[in-house]
């Protein structure tokens, strides 16, 4: 293969990674919103990128920037990257705003999802590895931060977490709205807006015994017609593996970063791999790893690693993200699962490694600030049209 032959396959690479880059606000990949203006390849490794932003100061430069180069990671021949930031001229934002509108307009779905808010999946390739007790810990400790928090328990088979959130009730509608109002939990200053099968049907899960697609029009309608309102973030419990429930969600939330919890075990990993490639196939972003049941921890101080080591680091290392933490077995977990008291609330060795990965979580996927660059004020008019 000739030089100029490979330099156009890297080009192409390229292309095809930067298309999972989302701009948060435009809510479109990069490519499409023709902000990637020049690709440079050189035999030695180095790669060169030039994207123009809506402003040149928009602060969502750093999440654009981790993006990309997260993405880049992935392709061996590129040694070095380099981004060259421009601004859009008045004339190619408005055609970049024309193209996200566009795009807006043919999303099948309309959830109730406010744009400002960002959803996050919590996933796995299989169940019992702790995915939902890391769900209502992650949702409760951002809750704790004072933020409003929404928690769709996706995992209509298996949903836990009205009993690990300790609330209980049956979902009504508003009037007025016509809308499926969820149920709230203050968390200290924080709020969580929890929608969970679990507030539809009796105790008796049996009852659950639906299709697939079925189960995905339930889930639908969690997301068109359930009045979520304002929320910073909304943390999903998937259901485990990869099936219509969770191609579903994939499709209609496309601007969802994804966390997939594992534990050290090899055989939980190569099936996490799955889930992973799913959600690449969608372009969803993978924002890291959490390992689960990482060790155990006696009352002398000494480590037991019972489920084997290093699993959510090699799925880490392998999907190029970063590994957010390690939970520790600790009976404090599952005591605070059938309390409804989650185990962040307190003391002890997971409640720590569970609030560093909410710190860490925030890092990696910053809340949305509505007021963040102008883009968003022309996007929000356009909506307001369009609804009308
Ligand atoms: P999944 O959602 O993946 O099916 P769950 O969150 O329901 O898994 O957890 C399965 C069981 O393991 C529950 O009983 C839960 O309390 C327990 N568990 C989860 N993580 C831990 C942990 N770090 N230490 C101790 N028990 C845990």
């Keep these: 293969m000739g030089a100029d032959q490979a330099g156009l396959e890297i080009n192409e690479k390229v292309i095809n990674q930067l298309r999972g880059v989302v701009d948060p606000e435009l809510g479109s990949d990069i490519v499409d919103l023709g902000m990637v203006k020049k690709i440079d390849f050189k035999d030695n490794g180095d790669l060169k990128i030039t994207i123009a932003l809506t402003t040149a100061g928009c602060p ?21 990257v380099k981004i060259e930031w421009t601004e859009l001229t008045d004339e190619e934002r408005a055609k ?51 933020l409003t928090v929404g928690v769709l328990d996706a995992d209509i088979w298996g949903f836990s977490i009205p009993q690990m ?36 049907v009796n105790e008796d899960k049996s009852s659950l015994n639906w299709r697939g697609l079925i189960l995905n029009r339930a889930v639908r309608h969690f997301l068109e017609d359930v009045e979520w309102g304002d929320m910073d973030y909304l943390v999903i419990d998937m259901p485990p593996g990869t ?84 939970i520790p ?33 925030i890092a990696a996927v910053p809340k949305i600030n509505p007021l963040d660059c102008t883009a968003h004020t022309s996007m929000e008019t356009s909506v307001t049209i369009s609804n009308s």
């Design 165 to 200: 959130l300790g609330v209980e009730g049956r979902l009504a509608g508003n009037e007025e709205t016509k809308k499926i109002v969820p149920l709230v939990k203050s968390v200290g200053s924080g709020t969580l807006k929890i929608i969970s099968m679990g507030f539809l």
């Design 243 to 326: 099936g219509d429930v969770q191609m579903g969600l994939a499709k209609m939330l496309p601007r969802s970063d994804m966390i997939v919890v594992t534990t050290p075990s090899k055989t939980v990993q190569t099936v996490a791999t799955r889930v992973a490639s799913m959600a690449q196939s969608y372009y969803l972003r993978i924002a890291g790893v959490i390992e689960n049941m990482s060790f155990f921890v006696n009352e002398e101080g000494k480590q037991y690693n019972i489920f084997g080591s290093g699993g959510g680091e090699k799925l880490a290392h392998d999907l190029g993200v970063p590994l957010l933490g390690s």
């Design 96 to 146: 970049t705003m024309d193209r996200a509108r566009f795009n807006l307009s043919q999303e099948d779905v309309v959830t109730q999802i406010p744009r400002t808010t960002k959803s996050i999946m919590i996933a796995s390739g299989k169940g019992g590895v702790g995915k939902s007790s890391v769900t209502a810990n992650i949702a409760t400790g951002l809750a704790a931060k004072g």
């Design 329 to 361: 077995i600790d009976p404090f977990v599952s005591d605070g699962s059938d309390t409804g008291t989650p185990v962040i609330l307190g003391e002890g060795h997971a409640a720590d490694a569970l609030k560093s990965i909410v710190d860490e979580i």
């Design 60 to 80: 969502l430069k750093a999440q654009i920037q981790k993006d990309v180069r997260l993405r880049i990671k992935s392709i061996s021949e590129i040694s070095h």
